[in-house]
């Protein structure tokens, strides 16, 4: 099984950036889209992004577009998030996860993926 460990969280300001990484156990995981979800206290886990295999398609909730860019190195069985110009409503455990279908363009549901890492905090204060 493929163990996914998320960094790169921290506190920042409104308008801020942060880059999470989330690194992958096996090098399998590079045959499947990866994505990233968030859970703020209370809610319910939202899809952020997810990239291809590839590296070639990527996939954007509204709430982060224009904003977050999504990016992997197979290489180093390594994901990235790149978040710019934070806001407070970003608050919240980000996470990442394989697709469970290898191969499969990435999909908008998190219960397409999983399991879900413990994830990183990201905190934006206003």
């Known amino acids: 099984q493929v163990q996914l460990v998320e960094s790169g969280g921290g506190l920042v300001q409104a308008g801020g950036s942060l880059r999470l990484s989330c690194a992958a156990s096996v090098r399998t995981a590079s045959v499947s889209a990866i994505g990233w979800s968030r859970q703020a206290p209370g809610k319910e886990r939202d899809f952020v992004a997810g990239i291809s295999w590839s590296g070639i398609g990527t996939y954007y909730a509204d709430s982060v577009k224009g904003r977050f860019t999504i990016s992997r190195d197979n290489a180093k069985n390594t994901v990235y998030l790149q978040m710019n110009s934070l806001k407070p409503e970003d608050t919240a455990v980000y996470s990442c996860?394989?697709?469970?279908?290898?191969?499969?363009?990435?999909?908008?549901?998190?219960?397409?993926?999983?399991?879900w890492g413990q994830g990183t905090q990201v905190t934006v204060s206003s």
């Open positions: 996860a394989v697709d469970r279908v290898p191969w499969r363009e990435p999909t908008t549901t998190p219960s397409n993926y999983g399991p």
